[in-house]
């Protein structure tokens, strides 16, 4: 009998046969043993011994990165051109306290600016103020508010009352109407315009607008002949991390592998959230959870950053399983976490990249706008996505989504993004809309038992890497044998 099964025996648990035969096999028996204490079981088989041997080998051990001697990336000749742009970053400037007149100032903010957004729009209707509809009797005016409440009456059309700073407008929205289709997919809390007739007390919904985005808008394009590669959601510490298909991302970066012209392109590298699987962020996670201590998730987390070529710059933003606080907008990580020489910004973030602005955000609110709204799922991120952009919010309905009412609204679009980065739902997307590049950049995780549970196919191990001069997206496979 070995000494591991002593130990347990000595402790009370009982032991089958077949679990004392893979405890005197397996060179991991001494820390099986002490697992399995942890555990309290009074009894121990063989499966239960096999589990806890699998888990420890799953601890990822140093990465080796293979470097490629003829590699002459022409990234390493270019100065990098990048800019973190604070304005629309918490990190640093968070005073809520929670109370009642936090959440007024939250709300009056959102309203305020994005009305003053629409009022930019072109139209060739009165804007007025919800006072003054008694006024305007039969006349076609438009009308913007904040979505308080809207449902189907007896006669099947849509009554939506708007809010503003005077007070509230009830808008009709025939069921025959041409705007009807679209009221549909109006969430509360949406900032919106409507255009219509006075009736009674009553707007009678022609048309309804969101902010959007410009229709007349090109996709922007870099003189550098530079790429940019899209990460996300790597749950560094899980039992789940690829550890393998992210080293052969290192070594690829390193000339490793096909397509080394465009390796040798990538010089900047943007991580979108959840770069560790963190500590009690679900129900029973740590058995989930390779390491469980959350400061040396970071330390793999920095030992796998540091092996990325130092040409190379790299921003970093925080997701729901980072070490921040888990309700948006989200600070950026602490220094005193993330270590390595990297750009930290909050989530929402923005950065300027070869001319090129970028809106970079986790994607919390991802999945209360898939459950929201008809036609949306988590095969196809890009269509939650392209909805947050007509709203120029990303975060429209309170409650769906933890939100921290700031004194300024920090999850408003207030600037037409070039690029759009999202993560959180593990599918790699791309799409265009309105000249906006928009990417979910996958993840670099296995199937969790809970997508396996909900029927979720993620996309692991898929890096989206963007050509800047040429406008093109090319999504690199590091799935192996």
Same mark, same amino acid.
């Given at each position: 009998?070995?000494?591991?099964?002593?130990?347990?025996?000595?402790?009370?648990?009982?032991?089958?046969?077949?679990?004392?035969?893979?405890?005197?096999?397996?060179?991991?028996?001494?820390?099986?043993?002490?697992?399995?204490?942890?555990?309290?079981?009074?009894?121990?088989?063989?499966?239960?011994?096999?589990?806890?041997?699998?888990? !420890?080998?799953?601890?990822?051990?140093?990465?080796?990165? #293979?470097?490629?001697?003829?590699?002459? $990336?022409?990234?390493?000749?270019?100065?990098?051109?990048?800019?973190?742009?604070?304005?629309?970053? @918490?990190?640093?400037?968070? #005073?809520?306290?929670?109370?009642?007149?936090?959440?007024?100032?939250?709300?009056?903010?959102?309203?305020?600016?994005?009305?003053?957004?629409?009022?930019? #729009?072109?139209?060739?209707?009165? +804007?007025?103020?919800?006072?003054?509809?008694?006024?305007?009797?039969?006349?076609?005016?438009?009308? !913007?508010? +904040?979505?308080?409440?809207?449902?189907?009456?007896?006669?099947?059309?849509?009554?939506?009352?708007?809010?503003?700073?005077?007070?509230?407008?009830?808008?009709?929205?025939?069921?025959?109407?041409?705007?009807?289709?679209?009221?549909?997919?109006?969430?509360?809390?949406?900032?919106?315009?409507?255009?219509?007739?006075?009736?009674? *007390?009553?707007?009678?919904?022609?048309?309804?607008?969101?902010?959007?985005?410009?229709?007349?808008?090109?996709?922007?394009?870099?003189?550098?002949?530079?790429?940019?590669?899209?990460?996300?959601?790597?749950?560094?510490?899980?039992?789940?991390?690829?550890?393998?298909?992210?080293?052969?991302?290192?070594?690829?970066?390193?000339?490793?592998?096909?397509?080394?012209?465009?390796?040798?392109?990538?010089?900047?590298?943007?991580?979108?959230?959840?770069?560790?699987?963190?500590?009690?962020?679900?129900?029973?996670?740590?058995?989930?959870?390779?390491?469980?201590?959350?400061?040396?998730?970071?330390?793999?987390?920095?030992?796998?950053?540091?092996?990325?070529?130092?040409?190379?710059? @790299?921003?970093?933003?925080?997701?729901?399983?980072?070490?921040?606080?888990?309700?948006?907008?989200? $600070?950026? !990580?602490?220094?005193?976490?993330?270590?390595?020489?990297?750009?930290?910004?909050?989530?929402?973030?923005?950065?300027? +990249?070869?001319?090129?602005?970028?809106?970079?955000?986790?994607?919390?609110?991802?999945?209360?706008? +898939?459950?929201?709204?008809?036609?949306?799922?988590?095969?196809?991120?890009?269509? $939650?996505?392209?909805?947050?952009?007509?709203? #120029?919010?990303?975060?429209?309905?309170?409650?769906?989504?933890?939100? @921290?009412?700031?004194?300024?609204?920090?999850?408003?679009?207030?600037?037409? $993004?070039?690029?759009?980065?999202?993560?959180?739902?593990?599918?790699?997307?791309?799409?265009?809309?309105?000249?906006?590049?928009?990417?979910?950049?996958?993840?670099?995780?296995?199937?969790?038992?809970?997508?396996?549970?909900?029927?979720?196919?993620?996309?692991?191990?898929?890096?989206?890497?963007?050509?800047?001069?040429?406008?093109? *997206?090319?999504?690199?496979?590091?799935?192996?044998?």
């Amino acid at each position: 009998m070995g000494e591991a099964a002593e130990k347990l025996i000595g402790a009370g648990i009982r032991l089958t046969e077949g679990a004392m035969i893979l405890l005197e096999k397996s060179p991991h028996a001494n820390e099986a043993a002490e697992k399995l204490l942890e555990e309290k079981k009074v009894f121990v088989d063989a499966e239960d011994v096999e589990k806890i041997i699998a888990g !420890i080998e799953k601890i990822p051990l140093p990465v080796e990165v #293979r470097r490629s001697s003829d590699f002459h $990336p022409i990234a390493k000749e270019s100065a990098p051109n990048l800019r973190v742009l604070d304005h629309g970053d @918490v990190s640093g400037k968070s #005073r809520c306290t929670g109370t009642i007149e936090n959440f007024v100032a939250y709300f009056n903010d959102r309203f305020e600016r994005m009305r003053r957004l629409l009022r930019t #729009r072109i139209t060739d209707k009165p +804007i007025i103020e919800s006072c003054r509809i008694k006024d305007m009797q039969g006349q076609i005016v438009r009308v !913007i508010g +904040i979505v308080y409440e809207k449902r189907i009456t007896k006669n099947g059309n849509l009554l939506i009352e708007l809010e503003d700073l005077k007070g509230s407008t009830k808008v009709i929205v025939n069921a025959q109407s041409k705007a009807f289709p679209k009221s549909r997919s109006i969430l509360l809390d949406d900032v919106i315009a409507v255009d219509g007739k006075v009736s009674d *007390i009553f707007l009678i919904a022609d048309e309804l607008n969101y902010l959007d985005l410009p229709m007349v808008r090109e996709q922007k394009k870099t003189e550098s002949d530079l790429a940019i590669a899209y990460v996300s959601d790597l749950h560094v510490g899980s039992k789940n991390f690829l550890q393998k298909e992210f080293s052969r991302f290192l070594s690829w970066l390193g000339g490793e592998g096909g397509n080394a012209e465009l390796a040798g392109k990538v010089k900047y590298i943007i991580i979108a959230g959840d770069n560790v699987d963190g500590i009690g962020i679900y129900p029973l996670q740590e058995k989930e959870l390779v390491v469980k201590d959350i400061y040396k998730q970071y330390e793999m987390l920095d030992e796998l950053l540091c092996q990325i070529p130092d040409y190379i710059e @790299v921003v970093v933003c925080p997701g729901n399983h980072d070490a921040v606080r888990r309700a948006d907008p989200q $600070p950026m !990580i602490g220094g005193n976490l993330l270590k390595s020489d990297v750009r930290r910004i909050g989530s929402p973030g923005y950065v300027e +990249i070869e001319g090129l602005s970028h809106l970079v955000y986790h994607g919390n609110s991802l999945d209360g706008i +898939i459950a929201s709204l008809p036609n949306m799922d988590y095969a196809h991120p890009e269509k $939650p996505m392209v909805e947050l952009l007509k709203r #120029r919010h990303l975060s429209p309905p309170y409650g769906s989504n933890l939100i @921290v009412p700031e004194e300024k609204d920090y999850l408003i679009i207030e600037e037409e $993004p070039d690029v759009v980065h999202m993560g959180h739902v593990h599918k790699n997307s791309t799409a265009t809309y309105r000249g906006t590049l928009l990417v979910n950049s996958g993840t670099f995780q296995s199937r969790t038992d809970y997508q396996i549970r909900n029927g979720h196919v993620p996309s692991p191990g898929v890096v989206p890497v963007y050509e800047t001069k040429l406008g093109k *997206i090319h999504n690199v496979s590091f799935v192996g044998e």
